[in-house]
């Protein structure tokens, strides 16, 4: 079920069935547990647990065990309902362990895994961004990979020592470590909240160059708001509010561009473009006033490791982009050249590693967040030099 399918059933669930709610819990579409945080009715919720629990009752046969093997295997159900189904006895480990490719570590995780909350703000909720930091921004529709960059980035960077902590945004700091302690756990972060947004400001140290620091605020936006722009422009209801676009910050701007759904969207139908929604946010962030500030724009194609086999990962999106993204590639150049180059476009070919079963990471790959960390040293401003008064422009 595709997200916004979700998002209008869990809207108005309470004028559903029980019935039909209990169907799309089987399915694995929706969870009990989302269906209670979309505040279900007490009346509905006791009919559906009556009709669970009866169907506990029916013996699950060892076919019935094999056939949600294939289905687990095909990346249908996630970790959350893997963990349901491990719960209510409708598969056992041995089964998961001899007909899908699951490893016992993997099992155990699934079944020790606790879901928490994701600590997305509104925008009357946060504070202003930290001024005279970079502003690095992460645009992308639902899914892109958004979240999995950060989580990424900030696994890599504590990693290294690189992170200078601050207060300025603690519900950030938050988000940080959750992004963190999800990825290092090996299971990904949930979808960011549908109008949700959130940013994270820290010092980034540079170990290898005088210890120079690099003060950065990561924002990341919901895939949601990304379309709202899109479909109304952005403005104070979508990616603008509290002048986070329009502030005097340096930027960088990252399109996040998602392979998977580039291949997918050729069989099956889903709306406009990813290409469409990019030139036109782009546009729109030039009559904004946005691109004046901004240093570096960056196309970062997600989920590379579902390029073919032995591919250059750098050519490949090269000619991806190319080929299928020609138009964008247009649209920024003839905005650099309208800004006389202030600022450079780079493509990166991101990947986390190897996701299996929808949201685990079973092999992580560390060389995409180290690219992109070295970038973002070599392309923002440090608080040491004698550029420090960039910071009071
Ligand atoms: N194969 C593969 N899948 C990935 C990778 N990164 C993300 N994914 C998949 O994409 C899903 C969505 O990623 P998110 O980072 O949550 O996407 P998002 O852009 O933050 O989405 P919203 O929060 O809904 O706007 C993940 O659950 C993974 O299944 C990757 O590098 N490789
Ligand atoms: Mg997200």
């Not at 729109?284 to 989920?303: E, N």
Request: hydrophobic share 35%.
């Amino acid at each position: 079920m595709d997200k916004i399918t979700k998002l209008q059933i869990l809207l108005t669930i309470n004028s559903m069935q029980a019935n039909d709610l209990f169907e799309l819990i089987l399915s694995g579409d929706i969870t009990l547990d989302e269906m209670i945080a979309n505040n279900l009715n007490p009346s509905l919720l006791t009919q559906i647990q009556a009709r669970q629990t009866k169907e506990k009752q029916n013996k699950v046969t060892e076919s019935d065990m094999i056939a949600t093997c294939k289905r687990i295997e095909n990346g249908e159900l996630n970790a959350g309902r893997i963990k349901s189904l491990l719960l209510e006895g409708s598969i056992n480990e041995d089964i998961l362990l001899n007909h899908t490719s699951m490893t016992a570590d993997m099992i155990s995780k699934v079944k020790n895994y606790q879901k928490q909350p994701t600590p997305f703000l509104s925008w009357s909720d946060l504070p202003p961004l930290q001024n005279g930091y970079t502003d690095l921004y992460f645009f992308g529709q639902p899914g892109s990979g958004k979240s999995c960059i950060l989580a990424s980035i900030f696994y890599y960077l504590e990693q290294q020592a690189m992170i200078i902590n601050n207060s300025y945004n603690k519900q950030g700091n938050i988000y940080r470590d959750l992004l963190k302690g999800e990825i290092s756990y090996g299971i990904l972060p949930d979808s960011t909240a549908v109008e949700g947004v959130n940013y994270i400001p820290f010092e980034l140290i540079n170990h290898e160059n005088k210890g120079n620091k690099h003060p950065l605020n990561f924002v990341e936006m919901s895939g949601e708001l990304f379309n709202k722009a899109y479909e109304g422009g952005i403005n104070a209801d979508s990616l603008a509010a509290r002048n986070y676009l329009n502030n005097t910050n340096r930027k960088l701007i990252y399109f996040v561009l998602d392979y998977d759904q580039h291949e997918k969207s050729k069989t099956i139908s889903s709306g406009p473009s990813q290409s469409a929604k990019m030139e036109s946010i782009l546009a729109q962030l030039d009559d904004f006033g946005t691109l004046k500030y901004t240093d570096g724009i960056y196309i970062v194609v997600t989920k590379t490791d579902l390029f073919p086999e032995g591919v250059d990962r750098y050519q490949y999106a090269k000619q991806f982009l190319e080929s299928s993204y020609n138009s964008f590639l247009v649209n920024c150049k003839y905005l650099q050249d309208k800004h006389r180059n202030n600022f450079d476009i780079t493509v990166y070919p991101y990947s986390i590693g190897q996701v299996k079963f929808q949201n685990m990471l079973v092999q992580f790959d560390l060389r995409s967040p180290k690219e992109l960390v070295e970038d973002i040293l070599a392309e923002t401003f440090v608080t040491k030099k004698s550029i420090l008064g960039k910071l009071f422009r």
